[in-house]
């Protein structure tokens, strides 16, 4: 059941002098099954955005649809909604309360009314996913390194078994190692499980490597949303926003311009060496 | 002389049970040898972890060594009678912008080093307009910090160091916590500090794109320095630096990439415009 | 809903009163306040009432402002006023069912009303008009004569003013907190009293460790920054007498002279006292 957001707008602070219009006008189709990109700078909206999906924000004009009901609904049932689109806080770490991680996770599907043996199959299952140490399971919060903790916390959502999983920057704060391993995991529960995922970041590069669909923010508006290869095209307007494309794109651009001959819209490391290496032998790979 | 000096530095910490007896112990540092020229900028490299950021909190005396020593504008940290000399020498800019910014003021932030040192009110001024000048900041001076992003909460943080006029500067992953365009301003202030005011810079990341312009770097991992070298030297290494869990630059990676299959380029491509440069010599 | 709490507010606006030297306020909120005590007739209360509206006029602030403190302390100000109504012994007024109100009562009413409206509106006008570090500033030189009786004056002064500047952090992080376990399907708002505290217990949790990450990490900034206590610092905004605030002394000492001169005059109190026994007790 997608997600329909139909000329969404939410404006901070309407009745004074200075009114932030933090969305503007948006309208998205998110589809089950996808795997999106949402970039944009810092106070572009994105995080914004993503709270409006699970009804911790509602429009200040305009809807969200979620099954076909506007998630506004006096009788729509909000609990249900956030079962079904799990949200992850950038920093999620910082919400975990329990004694111990297992008990941690358990706190979602406690809420949505599972029993206990149930809640904890979910957890167990969810902790599976994420591919947390066993022996941690039952590890204080505070015994964790970074990465781990990141990884409980994102359990800690997905044991509600969401159809959607939306993740506000969940690689911030992490070294390039723990990054791709979240980015990898986050990508795997993708192939795995048809789940949508929706990735909001600032980095290009994570975005170029993971996404099949990339939607850019810029001052509360949606600027471009389409594939990768077609967004990293406008080069220049991003470069406007303040986000620019990925290294491997730019130099493959640059090449290009002093003549020679290399694919200007490759977005990886390895498909901008295969392809100057091509340009500059005459040789394929 | 050298403006830093760790000789065969090791830092211990000792976990301690309920009862405060010890059951483990871990070795954040491992026989450390780093030494930094006036007007050096340096860059230490690791992944979380790695020992780097206790090695910066033995520069400002805020952790002492458990063996060798630490000389800081050639005072030994571990000299009680010197600790103030010693904090005010090696100034400290950390990596949370929230947490290190007191003032409620931006300019009154910037002043409470001076404050603290007994600088007369008049210096106190001069010093907070030059140094909110030296990373740019000036026009925010009034404002409230809670305004301000994090890049700029970081300058005014490194303002606030400048304005003790300390000999050298240790930032402790300043970076980690800011988008792209906040590093970026971050990074540009503190090269600017480095090229235009002399200062030593002792630049702490994991973001290897950062310390590309530095004059030398150090890699550590475990509590080790395992590679130390000008930029070039390091980065030469790419298989090396993907075991020790850090990203290499782009054009770095790429033109190792199109090494490995045979094209004829040097070692150590550090941008993407030398990169460019270096193909179309191929051709 | 913590952004509704309005005591304790800055109003930013440049008048006289916002620009004198907060020891001159913080004195004269004193001052004030204990006259308000020393009152023994209508005329004393007039003279506090005039010079306050005076001082609210210079100030600039909106009254709407001030008035809107009293909102707070409305219950505590209905319950004085009804307590000495009917609980203060005398002649009755009016009597009904097991009620008396007594002519007394009413006096004393209408006196704790008047004092307390009036001492809420007076110390509302330091906070309105003064910025939170200035008045810790203020704080911390007009305190500085505990400092004999081994009162870490400074360090005190020290943490107010980190109190202050981190209260809108940690209410953001709050709201932060709250977002993210409401994602989880925490449930604040429903269930009875327990329940609803018992489901705070997952926002409090995660608050308080923050902070004290929060508090270890300042520390560690505030010592690599030469922070060794409240001595030998040297200040960057020190704060110095102008020729105002020693106009203002002689107005503030003019008139707590003259109101208690006459809120406590002989005649003044007898005149009162013949109006009552011959107009109202008859």
């Known amino acids: 059941m997608p997600l329909i957001l139909d000329h969404v707008s939410q404006v901070y602070n309407a009745d004074t002098e200075t009114p932030v219009r933090a969305l503007d006008d948006v309208s998205l189709v998110l589809p089950e099954g996808q795997f999106i990109g949402i970039i944009g700078h810092t106070g572009s909206g994105k995080s914004t955005l993503v709270q409006h999906l699970n009804g911790l924000m509602l429009p200040t004009s305009g809807n969200v649809y979620y099954n076909g009901r506007d998630i506004a609904d006096k009788d729509f049932n909000k609990k249900e909604l956030r079962k079904h689109v799990g949200l992850v806080f950038q920093y999620p770490e910082h919400q975990l309360f329990e004694t111990d991680v297992f008990a941690d996770v358990c706190f979602g599907p406690k809420n949505m009314g599972l029993s206990k043996k149930e809640a904890e199959l979910a957890a167990f299952d969810a902790l599976r996913k994420v591919d947390f140490p066993n022996e941690l399971y039952y590890a204080s919060v505070f015994e964790l390194s970074g990465g781990q903790k990141r990884r409980a916390a994102i359990a800690g959502v997905l044991a509600m078994k969401p159809d959607f999983l939306v993740l506000d920057e969940p690689t911030a704060g992490l070294d390039p190692v723990g990054r791709y391993e979240i980015l990898d995991m986050v990508s795997a529960l993708h192939k795995e499980s048809g789940m949508t995922i929706i990735l909001v970041s600032h980095s290009m590069e994570d975005v170029a490597r993971y996404v099949e669909r990339v939607i850019v923010m810029d001052r509360g508006k949606v600027a471009f949303d389409d594939t990768p290869r077609e967004v990293f095209t406008h080069g220049e307007e991003l470069e406007a926003m303040g986000l620019g494309i990925p290294e491997s794109t730019r130099i493959a651009r640059m090449l290009k311009a002093k003549g020679i001959g290399v694919d200007p819209d490759v977005l990886t490391v390895t498909e901008a060496a295969d392809s100057i290496y091509a340009a500059v032998t005459g040789k394929d790979k | ?283 | ?282």
């Open chain 3, 1 to 282: 809903m913590i952004r509704d709490i309005t005591i304790g507010q800055y109003y930013q606006t440049d008048s006289p009163i916002h620009r004198l030297d907060p020891r001159v306020k913080l004195l004269g909120t004193l001052l004030f306040i204990i006259t308000l005590f020393l009152y023994k007739n209508p005329a004393g209360y007039a003279a506090g009432a005039v010079f306050l509206l005076a001082v609210i006029k210079l100030s600039r602030v909106p009254l709407r402002f001030i008035t809107k403190g009293l909102k707070g302390i409305l219950i505590v100000l209905l319950l004085t006023v009804i307590i000495n109504l009917f609980l203060t012994p005398g002649t009755a007024l009016i009597s009904f069912w097991k009620f008396t109100i007594t002519y007394e009562g009413v006096g004393v009413a209408l006196t704790m009303l008047f004092r307390l409206t009036m001492l809420i509106m007076g110390s509302s006008i330091v906070t309105l008009t003064t910025t939170p570090n200035n008045l810790t500033d203020g704080l911390e030189k007009g305190l500085r004569f505990l400092k004999i009786f081994r009162v870490p004056v400074g360090d005190v002064a020290m943490m107010m003013s980190i109190a202050l500047r981190f209260i809108p952090i940690l209410m953001e992080e709050t709201d932060r907190i709250m977002k993210a376990q409401l994602a989880r399907g925490a449930d604040f708002e429903s269930g009875n009293i327990v329940k609803k505290a018992k489901a705070l217990v997952p926002v409090l949790v995660p608050l308080f460790v923050s902070a004290f990450r929060r508090a270890g990490d300042l520390a560690m900034a505030m010592e690599a920054r030469c922070y060794r206590g409240g001595d030998g610092r040297t200040k960057m905004k020190p704060l110095i007498y102008k020729k105002r605030d020693a106009i203002a002394y002689i107005i503030l000492f003019s008139f707590v002279i003259f109101s208690v001169w006459i809120g406590r005059w002989q005649v003044i109190n007898d005149f009162f006292n013949s109006l009552y026994l011959r107009y109202i007790i008859k």
């Open chain 2, 1 to 283: 002389m050298d403006i830093v000096k760790a000789e065969n530095l090791v830092f211990e910490y000792i976990r301690r049970d309920e009862e405060g007896n010890p059951t483990d112990v871990t070795t954040a540092l491992d026989h450390v040898n780093i030494d930094v020229r006036q007007g050096e900028f340096i860059g230490i490299l690791g992944h979380n972890g790695s020992g780097k950021s206790t090695f910066a909190k033995h520069l400002n005396a805020i952790l002492y060594p458990t063996e060798g020593t630490v000389y800081v504008g050639g005072m030994n940290t571990m000299d009680d009678d010197k600790l103030w000399d010693v904090r005010s020498c090696a100034g400290m800019v950390f990596q949370n912008p929230d947490n290190q910014i007191i003032g409620q003021v931006v300019e009154e932030d910037v002043g409470f080093g001076p404050e603290n040192l007994g600088v007369p009110t008049k210096e106190i001024w001069e010093r907070v307009e030059e140094s909110l000048r030296a990373v740019g900041m000036l026009e925010y001076r009034k404002k409230s910090p809670n305004k301000l992003s994090g890049g700029q909460k970081q300058r005014v943080s490194i303002a606030g160091v400048l304005a003790m006029h300390p000999k050298c500067i240790v930032l402790d992953e300043p970076t980690a916590m800011l988008d792209p365009s906040g590093r970026k301003e971050v990074v540009r202030a503190i090269r600017g500090l480095n090229d235009v005011e002399k200062m030593t810079v002792i630049l702490i990341t994991h973001y290897m794109d950062e310390v590309v312009h530095a004059d030398r770097i150090f890699v550590m991992d475990k509590g080790k320095v395992v590679m130390q070298g000008t930029p070039r030297e390091i980065f030469a290494d790419v298989p090396t630096l993907e075991k020790l869990r850090l990203d290499v630059p782009g054009p770095t990676r790429i033109a190792w990439e199109l090494k490995k299959k045979g094209l004829p380029l040097p070692d150590g491509i550090l941008t993407a415009e030398e990169l460019v440069k270096e193909i179309k010599k191929c051709r």
